[in-house]
Every structure is written in structure tokens, then in C-alpha cells.
């Protein structure tokens, strides 16, 4: 029989029907028999209670945990694997990688090919062109390079002609320059500005421990809220330069941030501020405005304070990273380049691009991953590293 079935043809248990007191009824309403109220609990007396003493239950230790096993256990960081920073022996040991060594693959590229090229009595000029164009000088300013090399006519041949053009493309520097203070007594200012990606904030840590290896108090501003762990990396390098860090929650305000990084270093009379600033695309120009209100922050904290804007550039973007830097430079003035990765893939001809179409210098190039691999940009030196010769190859024999 189906369970519905059965159900239905099951008698259910009737109750009788008591109306509550308070209801009025109409007509009589018959009495139902109530049942009789439960006889009174006598009371125990206390004497004649008798308590049998109670064996406490033996606590159970909880078992051990095991990450391996339980999700919510999580495993302690490893020990860093750099030493403490120290800041008097930094400037004292030399860097694990030299500039000669961060060019050698651009002498072993487009320099080869040029010296190729030049080397004969009578050069192939067009095809110069072709592979300082290739080398990241752009179009325009290889033809006209070119052209100035033709006319000279230079003693020792067309290579030194071109190379002397190359360098005469630099912009003329101070070699000690390092930012200033402000006039009124407050700290110098440097904003770290460029595309994520670059090595910004991994260039805010090499120059950090710099200054701080000559001498000077360096306090940092976490100012790129937006990216995320951007915080936690710029602690990261600070706490390797043993600097201080100011930071927000992520998502603040980046004018606040290098507002109360510029009260910090006043209080503490500190000599340095370096701003992490967000990232950006220079295409968008609701971020470029958020880096130009910045801008007036540091104006408005420490009036007369001549801030040093910083714009980082992987190398290896070529042309796409001059348009970076021209866009970057128009909204709120470069008065220095940090190029990045230099020792990577780059060519080495965007170093000309760059300076002689924003007139601005390179301040440092990065050619490592180590803490003191951010080396002072001299231009005679790059230029003779650049066109330098390569060593012998050493022949191995087993």
C-alpha cells in the first residue's frame, strides 16, 4: 500500500477541545472534567541528603597540530637570507656588478655591428643608421647623427666620429650631485615616480641604503596604496637599509602618506624623504593628476623645498619607454632618470634617446639585483664602456 494511502486511512488521535478562559462563547458551554492538580512535594530536609563527592574528569590535552594536515596552521617565514645592513662598510664594498659587465651584451649586439660597419675606409652609413636604430636611438635622431658624423671627418676614423657624436649627446652634469634640502631648514625631498614594473620600488631601497651609507637620517613614504603589496615589499627593502617607513592602510590617500612622511622628518630632523609613489600608465590622466597633487602636497608642507622627481625606466622597453618619459616629464617636470635592468637585454642606445629628447640627465642605472648594484651614472664612463673591448675568451681545457 503507498505511504499516502496508509496515511489517509489511519484514525488520528482526537483530543478534546478546551476552550481557554478568557474566551466568551455563546450558548452553554459543556464542562470538561479536569484533571486533578499533582499532590504537594514535601520538602527534604538537609540533614538527609547525602552527596557521594564527585571525581573531577581527567582534561585531555589537545593533539598536537600538524600544518601538513590542519589548512589553519600556517608556517613561520624563513629567516631572511641578506645580512644586517651596515652602513659604514656599505660604500666600502664594491659592487657585485660593474658597468663594464652590465654592457657587454650590448657590445656584443649593435656596438659589434657597428664597429663592422666603421672599420673600413669607406663605411656603409646607411646601414649605420639601420643599427643605431635597431640599438633603441631611434629613427630621427640616428639619421641626424649619422649625417653630423659624415661632416666631421675625424681624425682617427669614422667610429671615433660616431662615437664622439654619441657622447655629445649626454647632457652635461654635476658627477657629486645628490638632491638638497629644503630652504627653510626641512629635509630633502626625492618622488620615485614610473610604470609598475620598472623597479621603482626596488630603486627606492638601493638609494635609500646609499644615503644612508654616506651619512644621512632617510625616512620613506609608502605612498603607492593602490598596488598591492606595494607596502609590504617597500618594509621589505627598508627594513634591509634599516630606514623608517610611514605608511597607510592600502588604499589611502597618497598625498596623506607623503604629508605625514614630510611631519615625521621634520620632527625627527631627518635629512632625506623618498616617496614610493603609485604607479601609473602615463596614458591615464586621473593617475598623472593624483601624482600632481602630490606634487603641491610638498610645495605646501615645506614652501622653498626643491623636490627631486626621479623617473624610473626599465631599459628594455627601448622607444615605448622614452614615450613613458616624455609624457611623465610634461605633467610634472623629471629632473632625473634611474634606468633599470641594464644589465639585462638593453641595447644601450636608449641612454642617448632619452637625454637628448628630454634634456635631462641619468642620474643611476641599475645593472643587479644586489643592494649597492645602483651605480652614479657617469657618461665618458658608459661611453667607454659601451665601446670598450671585449676580453679575449679563455679556452678551457679538461
Not at 477541545?17 to 486533578?36: K, L, N, S, Y
Not at 645592513?85 to 659592487?95: G, M
Not at 610604470?195 to 651609507?213: E, H, Q, S
Amino acid at each position: 500500500m503507498a505511504f499516502w494511502r496508509r496515511r489517509r486511512e489511519e484514525p488520528k488521535e482526537t483530543q478534546p477541545f478546551r476552550p481557554p478562559e478568557a474566551e466568551q462563547t455563546d450558548g452553554p458551554v459543556t464542562p470538561v472534567d479536569e484533571e486533578p492538580p499533582p499532590p504537594p512535594i514535601e520538602p527534604i530536609e538537609p540533614e538527609s541528603v547525602t552527596s557521594a563527592p564527585v571525581t573531577p574528569e581527567p582534561e585531555l590535552a589537545p593533539p598536537p597540530l600538524d600544518s601538513a594536515t590542519d589548512p589553519a596552521v600556517i608556517d613561520e617565514p624563513a629567516a631572511p637570507a641578506y645580512a644586517p645592513f651596515d652602513p659604514t662598510a656599505f660604500l666600502a664594498v664594491a659592487p657585485a656588478h660593474t658597468l663594464d659587465d652590465s654592457l657587454s651584451l650590448s657590445r656584443a649586439g649593435f656596438v659589434t655591428q657597428l664597429r663592422d660597419l666603421l672599420g673600413g675606409d669607406d663605411p656603409q652609413w646607411d646601414d649605420v643608421e639601420e643599427v643605431l636604430i635597431a640599438g633603441d636611438v631611434g629613427a630621427a635622431l640616428a639619421i641626424d647623427l649619422v649625417e653630423r658624423a659624415r661632416r666631421r671627418h675625424h681624425p682617427d676614423g669614422p667610429e671615433a666620429a660616431i662615437r664622439d657624436e654619441l657622447g655629445a649627446l649626454l647632457v652635461n652634469r654635476d658627477l657629486d650631485w645628490r638632491p638638497q634640502r629644503a630652504t627653510s631648514g626641512g629635509p630633502a625631498v626625492v618622488l620615485v615616480i614610473g610604470v609598475n614594473g620598472t623597479g621603482k620600488t626596488t630603486t627606492i631601497g638601493k638609494l635609500a641604503a646609499r644615503y644612508v651609507g654616506e651619512g644621512d637620517s632617510v625616512i620613506l613614504a609608502a605612498a603607492d596604496t593602490f598596488r598591492a603589496a606595494a607596502i609590504d615589499q617597500l618594509r621589505i627593502w627598508a627594513d634591509r637599509a634599516s630606514v623608517p617607513v610611514v605608511a597607510h592602510a592600502p588604499g589611502a590617500d597618497p598625498g596623506a602618506v607623503v604629508y605625514d612622511a614630510l611631519d615625521a622628518a621634520v620632527a625627527r630632523k631627518a635629512d632625506m624623504v623618498i616617496a614610493d609613489t603609485a604607479g601609473r600608465l602615463h596614458t591615464k590622466s586621473n593617475l598623472m593628476d593624483e601624482l600632481i597633487k602630490v606634487r603641491r602636497i610638498v610645495d605646501k608642507r615645506l614652501p622653498g623645498a626643491r623636490p627631486e622627481t626621479l623617473f624610473v625606466l626599465d631599459a628594455t622597453t627601448g622607444q615605448n619607454g622614452l614615450a613613458q618619459a616624455k609624457a611623465f616629464h610634461d605633467a610634472v617636470g623629471l629632473t632625473g632618470i634611474v634606468l633599470t635592468k641594464l644589465d639585462s637585454t638593453a641595447k644601450g642606445g636608449i641612454v642617448f634617446a632619452i637625454e637628448a629628447g628630454l634634456k635631462v640627465p641619468v642620474r643611476f642605472v641599475g645593472v643587479g639585483e644586489g643592494i649597492n648594484d645602483l651605480l652614479p651614472f657617469d657618461p665618458k664612463a658608459f661611453v667607454d664602456a659601451l665601446f670598450s673591448e671585449a676580453p679575449p675568451a679563455v679556452e678551457v681545457t679538461r
